[in-house]
């Protein structure tokens, strides 16, 4: 079969052609001596652990039955509770009573709506002065998948990262060094922000056009595509820069991440090949970043670049970004607005002198990075359901569990018991991977050129529609089903998508049902 051609024409560059290919370009900064104190072996383990450990995480050849464990995918800290639309937002099943109770606040300030200031309510004041939501749920709705506009709704779970080319040796010194991962627009910084507090203006509003095409597999059936072409209209503070590109990005689940968080960067490090030196197509690399508070150079694991070292960064980072609320990780009152934005750094902030000097001061972060690293993976579903382990052995047939590594065994030293030395299944390497010019968001983060994207963690996907009341995958929502978002795999996953579209109807609907199984 010939290789299946998803695009007639590469999706049109936000920016000229000869800029990708520059931004491209600076995607590996160089190496910091640093780095060499990554951790190449597993530390928290004693021998015997060691080896316990190897065995339980090696690829199963036997797809006859489930496997041990298989139904719980978050080990002891999964959630057995009813499925519905609720089915995101339980707690750890292994917290303690206390930490369940803790859960809870978090839970609360993850559903705050900020007001603008000043207000009555000083405790929520700060919103702003540009921001894309009010709430952590507004972006994150049931803890689960954000979704791109459609009809009438709205684009709160679905925003555009800025990013822009350096100009000056200090500013390449700054990406050489992992001190910043990539230059933000002058004038809109690093994320468009279509919302604003009264008396300002949005920056402007996020304009997506589809472009309809179909695949046909090898069988003869038809697939329905859609190709999505990005750019912003209404800019109200003056012109981007015109090396500024435009990525799109959805709200990803908020299940596991604290499980995510204890998987040992040794383990994660120890899959990187980005040479391809096995020759298996596969040539996954880490994005190693700095650790601001300590200045050290750690793993990435969160975010669709793996941009993010920890859960605690992210949410600092959320607050900042998405809602314009400083914390004491990141005490910029005014959020995202830049220099050229003169009216928006002279609006009043949410500081209060009796709460701290932050408008989300301690321990509201700490709540809310417990809430983030508690939400429980829920049970699988059908495990020994014979069309599910057929589609269980496709997904390792073609090579899917290459990057989609069904399983790991958290640290043993992990902070919270609840995450100690427990075996997962979140179908992810935490790697980035090259998935071609089709996926490419032209768009560099730190290690991530920009056609690579972190292979996220499949665990919940049967869920989504159950949870968010929609289909849609990727990092952009082009996918309307989990089959388009298979056929839009190119780059390293190219072969693993032709070998799909090669299947007959019953293997692809076993691979489907073992997918939304998970």
């Not at 699988?380 to 359901?385: E, F, K, L, Q």
């Amino acid at each position: 079969m010939r290789p299946l051609t998803l695009l007639s024409r590469r999706m049109r560059p936000i920016r000229p052609a000869l800029l990708v290919a520059a931004l491209g370009a600076l995607a590996l900064p160089g190496l910091a001596a640093d780095e060499t104190a990554l951790p190449t072996s597993r530390d928290d383990l004693t021998a015997a652990d060691r080896e316990r450990v190897e065995a339980v995480t090696r690829p199963t050849t036997d797809f006859s039955a489930a496997e041990t464990y298989e139904a719980l995918p978050g080990g002891a800290a999964t959630s057995r509770k009813r499925v519905n639309q609720d089915a995101f937002s339980h707690p750890s099943a292994n917290l303690s009573f206390e930490e369940e109770g803790t859960f809870k606040l978090g839970n609360a300030l993850f559903r705050k709506l900020w007001v603008s200031s000043p207000s009555s309510t000083q405790a929520s004041d700060g919103l702003g002065p540009l921001f894309n939501a009010r709430a952590c749920q507004s972006c994150h709705l049931k803890d689960g998948r954000g979704h791109p506009p459609e009809g009438d709704r709205d684009a709160t779970s679905m925003f555009l990262r800025l990013s822009r080319a350096p100009r000056t040796p200090d500013e390449q010194a700054l990406l050489k060094d992992k001190t910043l991962l990539n230059l933000p627009d002058p004038v809109y910084g690093g994320q468009l922000q279509d919302l604003a507090v009264p008396g300002l203006k949005g920056e402007g509003r996020m304009v997506i056009a589809y472009e309809e095409f179909t695949v046909t597999l090898g069988d003869g059936a038809e697939v329905a595509m859609r190709r999505p072409d990005y750019a912003v209209s209404d800019l109200a503070y003056g012109p981007m820069d015109v090396s500024t590109t435009l990525s799109p990005r959805v709200t990803p689940p908020m299940i596991g991440l604290g499980l995510i968080e204890q998987v040992h960067p040794a383990d994660i490090l120890g899959l990187a090949d980005p040479d391809d030196a096995d020759g298996d197509g596969i040539s996954g690399k880490p994005n190693i970043v700095r650790d601001p508070a300590s200045g050290a150079l750690v793993l990435g694991r969160f975010g669709w670049k793996a941009q993010t070292h920890s859960i605690r960064r992210q949410s600092a980072e959320a607050f900042a970004g998405d809602i314009g609320i400083s914390s004491p990780d990141l005490p910029n009152h005014w959020g995202d607005c830049t220099p050229s934005q003169a009216d928006c750094l002279a609006a009043a902030t949410g500081v209060q002198p009796r709460l701290g000097d932050s408008e989300a001061p301690d321990p509201v972060l700490d709540l809310v990075t417990f809430y983030s690293q508690n939400l429980a993976v829920p049970a699988r579903r059908d495990v020994d359901d014979p069309q599910v382990l057929e589609g269980k052995k496709v997904f390792y047939d073609l090579g899917c569990a290459s990057c989609h590594r069904p399983k790991f065994v958290t640290r043993r030293d992990a902070p919270n018991k609840a995450h100690a030395f427990q075996l997962i299944w979140p179908y992810s390497d935490f790697l980035l991977h090259d998935m071609g010019p089709r996926m490419a968001d032209w768009q560099v983060v730190g290690d991530a050129r920009g056609g690579e994207w972190r292979t996220p963690p499949l665990w919940g996907i049967g869920l989504t529609e159950t949870v968010n009341g929609h289909t849609f995958f990727l990092h952009d929502g082009r996918a309307r089903n989990l089959t388009e978002a298979i056929l839009w795999h190119g780059g390293e996953g190219e072969t693993a998508r032709d070998g799909f579209a090669a299947l007959n109807a019953d293997d692809r609907a076993a691979l489907i049902r073992f997918l939304e199984s998970l």
